[in-house]
């Protein structure tokens, strides 16, 4: 079931953001951490459960305007979904 434009995507209960090495963040979940760089932080620092699925595409349309707009809404929501599947987002 992929997100929704309306869908105000956040993180699931017992995840949140931690510090790595340097000024990497880590998303530390209940199962392990992930290393977030690139598109993958992007989309997740803007998954508050204020903005909607819509405005976190809108936003990453204008951050990567040389990117074909079709293309990152289809990535967002398959990345979402994923992270979804695994608990560590909720819509």
């Known amino acids: 079931m992929a997100p929704e434009n309306i869908s105000r995507p956040r993180l699931a209960a017992g995840c949140r953001w931690g510090e790595g090495n340097g000024s990497e963040r880590m998303l530390l979940y209940p199962e392990g951490a992930i290393r977030l760089q690139g598109t993958g932080r992007e989309i997740l ?3 508050d459960g204020q903005r909607t ?9 204008a951050v990567f305007s040389a990117g074909d707009p079709a293309k990152i809404e289809a990535e967002v929501a398959s ?3 994923r992270l979804r599947q695994k608990r560590i987002v909720d819509f």
Request: net charge negative; aromatic share 6%; hydrophobic share 40%.
């Open 79 to 81: 990345f979402l979904e």
């Open 53 to 61: 699925m819509q405005q976190i595409v809108e936003e990453l349309q």
């Open 45 to 47: 620092e803007r998954c």
